[in-house]
């Protein structure tokens, strides 16, 4: 089902690199404001200004990996910036710029991350509108955030960073609430409801183009519970969401669609596609002292609602779960590694193509309150989170097995 | 919560049924994690380096410790009163910053700094003020009758009034 994701993979519209440097800029412009988040911000109408840069690298052993990797590769950067006031004691807004680049996706093409109105009824009920991060797992909705986490990139069975599209941020509309049920711990809930805004992407394969790309529904929620044993949290995320679109055959591949049983007979050329989506995530994470743990088991399943069943399987089920551990050594310094396990599809795990699996270890060092530093090293083994356009057409079952990545991040944030 | 209490499950291993002996270890082991990381003791609260304080008209005398976690990470918006919160900070390497972190928050100041910035970063929230001494709390918990904050060790800021934390 990942994989059939991808299918709405490509490329953003291009847009000038300058945006980035505008962005740039206009932190540079705001750096007194980094002194100022230090300093009282004490009127509770005041305009609170937050930021983060990223620069990485990635290089690989073999196979592409998420860029041009084989040879090692810079186009791995992120910049935000974001604006919150309050407008009354109970109605908050906010929006977050933000631009990134990785390999084929982003492109410095500058969007709005999230923008919201939230307006906090009680502590038990709030009501957001706007475009929202959406809440799946643990960290989805922190995704996007280096300083937030240890690792560079999270576990990619569960937080795939080459689907923040469509996973990240939805517009709509979102209820939220935490309650404290003593002697139980406390409760949070979110439940959201909406639409996602996705660019046209080009086609899967050369001959077949994508039109009227629609998301008409995206909807689901987080139950998360803070269990009396300080540290422990236990979470139940749901969503489910539908994309619609067309694909359009040239001509001359219709008949050797038709003879391979692709498409039906009397095929035009235009095949509507409905592909449904469901997604759980159950999650615990365990914060005790310096000690941080954390599993999450996942399973996305996949239906395509079409007239070509042979060529879009109609169900699809796979399954991602890992196991993450970080340690606070000294304020400066904080290791981490996790084990991440992804199958693409649960009916056929033999095979490279089939799995993913990834051994992670990092090495976070804060410089200062405002600038760090992490270095990654994963030993990978299967190909199923591998792009094959991005490795210059070669078959999954192709590519080499065991392989591994190596990255270099830094990032600063205010 | 007592720390030497076990409860009665929790006797030494029958060597007859080890694995009986291995559950009930590790729930012997899960009561003890629970008992070394829920509440800290409220009493100790000065001695731990830190006074919670709120202003002269706040009607409460103490609060809950899970209350004072749950406003300072604003996850609470109000006193149990119904009035609105306005919880404050020290600066992050104030030694009253870290004692109170640990001893009301349950986590280190780092933690802490993370939980904002996921929530900064993800549109759900941004921490409360800091300001840069005893002195700018007192004078800020004084002037706004729904604050609260947290000095180091000494006199009570006039206008201020110390909060017990149960």
Same mark, same amino acid.
């Given at each position: 089902?990942?994989?059939?994701?991808?299918?709405?993979?490509? $490329?953003?519209?291009?847009? !000038?690199?300058?945006?980035?440097?505008?962005?740039?800029?206009?932190?540079?412009?705001?750096?007194?404001?980094?002194?100022?988040?230090?300093?009282?911000?004490?009127?509770?109408?005041?305009?609170?200004?937050?930021?983060?840069?990223?620069?990485?690298?990635?290089?690989?052993? &073999?196979?592409?990996?998420?860029?041009?990797?084989?040879?090692?590769?810079?186009?791995?950067?992120?910049?935000?910036?974001?604006?919150?006031?309050?407008?009354?004691? $109970?109605?908050?807004?906010?929006?977050?710029?933000? +631009?990134? $680049?990785?390999?084929?996706? *982003?492109?410095?093409?500058? @969007?709005?991350?999230?923008?919201?109105?939230?307006?906090?009824?009680?502590?038990?009920? %709030?009501?957001?509108?706007?475009?929202?991060?959406?809440?799946?797992?643990?960290?989805?909705?922190?995704?996007?955030?280096?300083?937030?986490?240890?690792?560079?990139?999270?576990?990619?069975?569960?937080?795939?960073?080459?689907?923040?599209?469509?996973?990240?941020?939805?517009?709509?509309?979102?209820?939220?609430?935490?309650?404290?049920?003593?002697?139980?711990?406390?409760?949070?809930?979110? &439940?959201?409801?909406?639409?996602?805004?996705?660019?046209?992407? /080009?086609?899967?394969?050369?001959?077949?183009? /994508?039109?009227?790309?629609?998301?008409?529904?995206?909807? %689901?929620?987080?139950?998360?519970?803070?269990?009396?044993?300080?540290?422990?949290?236990?979470?139940?995320?749901?969503?489910?969401?539908?994309?619609?679109?067309?694909?359009?055959?040239?001509?001359?591949?219709? #008949?050797?669609?038709?003879?391979?049983?692709?498409?039906?007979? *009397?095929?035009?050329?235009?095949?509507?596609?409905?592909?449904?989506?469901?997604?759980?995530?159950?999650?615990?994470?365990? #914060?005790?002292?310096?000690?941080?743990?954390?599993?999450?088991?996942?399973?996305?399943?996949?239906?395509?609602?079409? #007239?070509?069943?042979?060529?879009?399987?109609?169900?699809?089920?796979?399954?991602?779960?890992?196991?993450?551990?970080?340690?606070?050594?000294?304020?400066?310094?904080?290791?981490?590694?996790?084990?991440?396990?992804?199958?693409?599809?649960?009916?056929?795990?033999?095979?490279?193509?089939?799995?993913?699996?990834?051994?992670?270890?990092?090495?976070?060092?804060?410089?200062? @309150?405002?600038?760090?530093?992490?270095?990654?090293?994963?030993?990978?083994?299967? !190909?199923?989170?591998?792009?094959?356009?991005?490795?210059?057409?070669?078959?999954?079952?192709?590519?080499?097995?065991?392989?591994? &990545?190596?990255?270099?991040?830094?990032?600063?944030?205010? | 919560?007592?720390?030497?209490?076990?409860?009665?499950?929790?006797?030494?291993?029958?060597?007859?049924?080890?694995?009986?002996?291995?559950?009930? @270890?590790?729930?012997?082991?899960?009561?003890?994690?629970?008992?070394?990381?829920?509440?800290?003791?409220?009493?100790?609260?000065?001695?731990?380096?830190?006074?919670?304080?709120?202003?002269?008209?706040?009607?409460?005398?103490?609060?809950?410790?899970?209350?004072?976690?749950?406003?300072?990470?604003?996850?609470?918006?109000?006193?149990? @009163?119904?009035?609105?919160?306005?919880?404050?900070?020290?600066?992050?390497?104030?030694?009253?910053?870290? &004692?109170?972190?640990?001893?009301?928050?349950?986590?280190?100041? +780092?933690?802490?700094?993370?939980?904002?910035?996921?929530?900064?970063?993800?549109?759900? $929230?941004?921490?409360?003020? #800091?300001?840069?001494?005893?002195?700018?709390?007192?004078?800020? /918990?004084?002037?706004?009758?729904?604050?609260?904050?947290?000095? %180091?060790?000494?006199?009570?800021?006039? %206008?201020?009034?110390?909060?017990?934390?149960?």
């Amino acid at each position: 089902m990942g994989a059939n994701l991808d299918v709405l993979q490509g $490329d953003c519209c291009r847009r !000038t690199r300058g945006v980035l440097t505008s962005l740039l800029l206009a932190l540079g412009t705001l750096a007194p404001a980094v002194a100022r988040a230090e300093e009282p911000a004490l009127d509770p109408t005041d305009v609170k200004i937050h930021a983060f840069v990223s620069q990485g690298f990635i290089k690989t052993t &073999a196979n592409e990996y998420l860029t041009r990797s084989k040879r090692g590769s810079f186009e791995f950067s992120e910049v935000g910036i974001n604006f919150t006031t309050n407008l009354s004691k $109970d109605l908050r807004v906010g929006m977050q710029l933000f +631009a990134h $680049d990785l390999g084929p996706i *982003g492109n410095y093409a500058p @969007s709005f991350d999230w923008y919201y109105l939230d307006y906090r009824v009680r502590d038990w009920l %709030g009501l957001r509108a706007g475009r929202i991060k959406i809440p799946f797992g643990l960290y989805n909705d922190s995704a996007d955030i280096d300083a937030a986490r240890v690792p560079i990139l999270l576990p990619q069975s569960v937080y795939p960073i080459d689907h923040r599209d469509y996973l990240l941020a939805q517009t709509g509309g979102e209820i939220y609430g935490n309650k404290r049920v003593d002697p139980l711990g406390e409760i949070e809930y979110r &439940a959201y409801g909406g639409t996602l805004d996705l660019a046209t992407p /080009v086609g899967p394969t050369p001959g077949i183009s /994508v039109s009227d790309v629609q998301v008409p529904y995206v909807y %689901g929620g987080r139950l998360l519970w803070l269990t009396p044993l300080e540290g422990l949290t236990a979470a139940a995320s749901y969503q489910a969401l539908r994309f619609d679109w067309n694909y359009h055959f040239i001509p001359e591949l219709i #008949q050797p669609f038709q003879m391979l049983n692709l498409v039906p007979a *009397g095929f035009t050329g235009t095949l509507p596609v409905q592909f449904r989506v469901k997604l759980w995530v159950a999650s615990l994470e365990y #914060q005790v002292g310096e000690l941080s743990v954390a599993a999450e088991y996942s399973r996305w399943v996949g239906k395509f609602n079409t #007239q070509a069943p042979n060529l879009l399987p109609p169900h699809t089920v796979n399954e991602r779960y890992y196991a993450m551990a970080s340690y606070h050594v000294t304020p400066w310094f904080t290791p981490g590694a996790y084990y991440s396990v992804y199958y693409p599809n649960t009916d056929r795990r033999h095979g490279r193509e089939n799995r993913q699996r990834d051994l992670a270890v990092t090495f976070r060092f804060d410089v200062n @309150s405002y600038w760090l530093l992490k270095l990654e090293g994963h030993w990978m083994n299967g !190909t199923a989170a591998l792009d094959k356009a991005l490795n210059h057409g070669t078959e999954l079952d192709a590519l080499d097995k065991n392989w591994a &990545a190596f990255l270099v991040k830094t990032t600063a944030y205010f | 919560m007592n720390l030497l209490r076990l409860p009665p499950t929790c006797r030494p291993p029958s060597h007859r049924r080890a694995r009986r002996a291995l559950v009930v @270890s590790g729930v012997c082991l899960l009561w003890g994690l629970a008992g070394l990381t829920l509440a800290p003791s409220a009493a100790s609260q000065g001695a731990a380096g830190y006074q919670v304080i709120v202003n002269t008209k706040n009607s409460h005398g103490d609060a809950r410790r899970e209350l004072l976690a749950d406003i300072f990470l604003k996850r609470a918006t109000r006193w149990d @009163s119904s009035e609105r919160a306005m919880p404050v900070d020290l600066r992050l390497d104030s030694p009253a910053r870290k &004692a109170f972190s640990q001893g009301v928050l349950g986590r280190s100041v +780092a933690a802490v700094r993370r939980y904002w910035t996921q929530r900064i970063f993800s549109g759900r $929230d941004v921490p409360p003020p #800091q300001l840069p001494s005893d002195e700018a709390v007192g004078k800020f /918990v004084a002037t706004h009758p729904g604050a609260v904050g947290y000095i %180091g060790p000494g006199p009570v800021p006039t %206008g201020t009034k110390r909060l017990e934390v149960r």
